[in-house]
């Protein structure tokens, strides 16, 4: 991917990736450390006891952060095939005789493309984490 689209597309997900944790995953960890305090204070149950009851104030962040990097993962998944199917246009017109010039003009339009609609979806990708996560988190 071009430099500047690929520069372009990681300061979108980085601007995501920061709201949901500021938002979202902080608090989610606040939540787990506090409860963790909460089994350790506990003196009359076993160790045993106290490592599962961490491990239950640990499962909604987990399951947050296992969320997020799953769509995050989907998402780049798309943003490649998308992008390979680009090459694939390009060395196409190479191997029929097109100009050299002319193809990297034309991949280059294509992944610009395939990095607008890319950034399109993140609003919605957010909004569908985010109502996510805050059902992990009740």
Same mark, same amino acid.
Do not use: W, Y
């Given at each position: 991917?071009?430099?500047?689209?690929?520069?372009?597309?990681?300061?979108?997900?980085?601007?995501?990736?920061?709201?949901?944790?500021?938002?979202?995953?902080?608090?989610?960890?606040?939540?787990?450390?506090?409860?963790?305090?909460?089994?350790?204070?506990?003196?009359?149950?076993?160790? *045993? &006891?106290?490592?599962? +009851?961490?491990?239950? =104030?640990?499962?909604?962040?987990?399951?947050?952060?296992?969320?997020? /990097? #799953?769509?995050?993962?989907?998402?780049?998944?798309?943003?490649?095939?998308?992008?390979?199917?680009?090459?694939?246009?390009?060395?196409?017109?190479?191997?029929?005789?097109?100009?050299?010039?002319?193809?990297? *003009? &034309?991949?280059?339009? +294509?992944?610009?493309? =395939?990095?607008?609609?890319?950034?399109?979806?993140?609003?919605?990708? /957010? #909004?569908?984490?985010?109502?996510?996560?805050?059902?992990?988190?009740?």
């Amino acid at each position: 991917m071009a430099e500047a689209q690929q520069s372009r597309m990681q300061e979108a997900i980085d601007s995501m990736v920061q709201g949901l944790e500021r938002e979202n995953i902080r608090k989610m960890q606040g939540n787990m450390f506090r409860c963790s305090a909460g089994c350790c204070e506990n003196n009359t149950a076993s160790m *045993q &006891q106290v490592h599962h +009851c961490i491990e239950r =104030c640990h499962a909604p962040l987990a399951q947050a952060q296992a969320v997020v /990097t #799953k769509e995050l993962e989907r998402f780049q998944d798309r943003l490649a095939r998308c992008t390979m199917h680009c090459n694939d246009k390009a060395k196409d017109s190479l191997d029929s005789g097109s100009k050299e010039q002319q193809v990297k *003009q &034309q991949l280059e339009s +294509c992944v610009t493309k =395939c990095v607008d609609d890319h950034v399109h979806l993140i609003p919605s990708m /957010t #909004k569908k984490m985010k109502e996510t996560l805050a059902a992990i988190a009740q």
